[in-house]
């Protein structure tokens, strides 16, 4: 399987963006897509997830601010971002895996088996 984000771009501070990561194959559908971000110099750091059933996870740093969402197949995740900030630039990767994942381990970078290219976020301020 392959995901191919795209979205990103250079957006001032307040602002929004939108990122979608679609999966190669269109009977895909994995427990759980999520989002990942990796800031320069940084490691790669959870942002949110979301679940089959669509239960979904945040980061702390983007509650109330970002939402994540499924489309009706299951094989396509999107990222809405709103008043972003410039600490929020990063590349931006979605992730997955087959595997079901306990809730406990969605925000482990280590528990992806499949991961997007990464596409750059850039907040000016």
């Known amino acids: 399987v392959q995901l191919q984000a795209s979205g990103g771009g250079l957006v001032q501070a307040g602002g929004s963006l939108r990122l979608s990561c679609a999966a190669s194959?269109?009977?895909?559908?994995?427990?759980?897509m999520s989002w990942f971000r990796q800031a320069p110099g940084k490691e790669r750091e959870f942002v949110a997830a979301?679940?089959?059933?669509?239960?979904?996870y945040y980061d702390d740093s983007v509650k109330g601010r970002f939402a994540i969402s499924r489309d009706y197949a299951g094989n396509m995740v999107n990222l809405q971002m709103n008043s972003l900030k410039p600490e929020d630039t990063a590349i931006y990767y979605c992730?997955?895996?087959?595997?079901?994942?306990?809730?406990?381990?969605?925000?482990?970078?280590?528990?992806?088996?499949?991961w997007g290219q990464g596409t750059q976020v850039t907040v000016s301020s």
């Open positions: 194959e269109r009977t895909f559908n994995p427990p759980h």
């Open positions: 992730g997955t895996t087959r595997r079901l994942l306990d809730p406990s381990g969605v925000a482990l970078v280590g528990v992806y088996d499949y």
């Open positions: 979301i679940s089959r059933s669509g239960y979904t």
